[in-house]
């Protein structure tokens, strides 16, 4: 069996080293790191769980995969506490087993193409990044690059908590004015009244409560970026004002006759439609095309395929950078991640991380740490069912996934597939045996039969 995987295994790319017994795979760890190890629990001299806790000591970001003949749920259990990746029952297919290496081998790619990512921007910048390999966010990423050296104003639009700050603060550290103060304002968040003073500054007794003189924001940026957000809530008086500056790149404090130079490079941003705004007479068109030379929509997290693991271990790595134990998250915690929709986008995925890591107290983070909200509703309604027969409720569960997965997809069964993690073969069999209509062949006739391996 165990030259039957490994052949396997090379013929997908793997690069694969075997070992004919627990003692001969302690030895190899003592030589070489791996990216996975795929082992069986039983073993001759040692166990597999043995070498799952050696390596959970000493390369703890090593993939470990479990097989066994001897499969219980107990096993299981054991398997997932010991942070295992995977667990596999023989007899197996052969596909779906290569397929759960596969991405075992996947996610050990994502954690290293995150900190490559993150050594890159160091050597640039040292500061924050676009963190994505989504074609959105990479071609976020090459705009950012391309217009930062220029002087043009840039509208940032998006959704609330898709990091639209981020992006005017790498617009900025990738500028010329990188140097100088790159200064944020809420514009949704300031008075009315006092907008003008705060962006423009006020001599001593310009008005009331006004004791001393003091500088804007306009000036605290000399030199470098202003950054207004949510610019679609500045009242009309203001865009007046506002629009005036950046015609004429001065401006005058509140209560003074003196003009002063306005050095900046304006950044804003909106998670409104600025064009609703325009059609609703809420915003000024002139000033709108003032401040959009150029125009950046940031996607929502849901449009960002792929990106959701990467982000998941930036989050994790910063909270070990602050002294937090985190000892990562296992595959239930993750594909519940990769299936809820997040409408808070980044910044919910962001509080719902740290909101685990705490409850996980230095555990891995399972699916009973996350919010609520990210577990769904399906705990709920089982902790309130009626007792029944285990396999009873694990084909109950699993019909209904089948079925919203199928859902998701639109019945592309070679797509659902990739989505379970299982080859379309046994995809197929359990469509056949749930009676599950609705799921189309992509063109190809059903899987053929093919061996087992036990």
Not at 151 to 180: F, N, Q, W, Y
Not at 204 to 226: I, P, Q
Request: glycine share 8%; net charge neutral.
């Amino acid at each position: 069996m165990r030259r039957t995987i490994a052949a396997a295994l090379r013929s997908h790319g793997h690069q694969v080293t075997d070992a004919a017994d627990g003692e001969e795979a302690m030895s190899r760890l003592d030589r070489a790191v791996y990216d996975v190890v795929l082992t069986d629990v039983r073993l001759p001299h040692t166990d597999g769980f043995s070498i799952l806790r050696r390596l959970r000591s000493e390369a703890p970001e090593t993939e470990v995969v479990l097989m066994t003949a001897y499969g219980t749920i107990e096993d299981a259990v054991a398997a997932m506490k010991e942070r295992a990746f995977d667990y596999v029952t023989k007899p197996f297919d052969m596909q779906e087993l290569l397929m759960r290496v596969t991405k075992a081998a996947e996610r050990m790619r994502l954690r290293q193409e995150l900190r490559d990512a993150r050594k890159q921007l160091a050597a640039v910048h040292g500061g924050p990044t676009l963190i994505g390999r989504s074609p959105a966010i990479t071609r976020l990423r090459e705009q950012v690059e391309f217009v930062a050296a220029t002087e043009a104003s840039v509208l940032i639009c998006g959704e609330s908590g898709t990091g639209k700050e981020l992006v005017a603060r790498l617009l900025h550290d990738l500028s010329p004015r990188a140097a100088k103060p790159f200064v944020a304002v809420n514009c949704g968040a300031m008075p009315a009244a006092l907008i003008e003073a705060e962006l423009f500054g006020h001599e001593r007794g310009a008005f009331t409560g006004a004791v001393r003189r003091r500088d804007g924001r306009f000036a605290a940026a000399h030199g470098g970026t202003l950054f207004l957000d949510e610019i679609g809530d500045v009242p009309p008086d203001a865009q007046v004002k506002l629009l005036r500056v950046l015609q004429e790149s001065e401006y005058t404090p509140v209560g003074s006759n003196t003009a002063l130079k306005a050095d900046i490079r304006l950044v804003s941003a909106t998670n409104k439609e600025p064009r609703d705004l325009i059609a609703h007479g809420t915003f000024r068109e002139d000033l709108f095309y003032r401040i959009k030379v150029m125009e950046f929509r940031v996607p929502p997290l849901r449009e960002r395929p792929g990106d959701t693991p990467l982000l998941i271990e930036y989050f994790l790595d910063r909270l070990r950078n602050v002294g937090m134990a985190v000892a990562g998250m296992t595959p239930a915690a993750l594909a519940a991640c990769e299936q809820y929709p997040f409408p808070g986008n980044v910044r919910e995925l962001e509080h719902a991380i740290m909101h685990a890591a705490v409850l996980a107290r230095g555990t891995e983070i399972g699916a009973e740490h996350l919010p609520p909200e990210i577990r769904g509703e399906e705990r709920k309604s089982r902790s309130s069912a009626p007792a029944r027969p285990l396999s009873m409720a694990v084909e109950e569960f699993e019909k209904e996934y089948l079925r919203r997965v199928l859902h998701d997809t639109q019945g592309k069964r070679k797509q659902a597939a990739d989505i379970l993690g299982i080859s379309r073969k046994t995809l197929w069999h359990k469509l056949r045996k749930y009676g599950i209509a609705g799921a189309e062949d992509d063109g190809e006739e059903p899987p053929l039969e093919q061996g087992m391996v036990s």
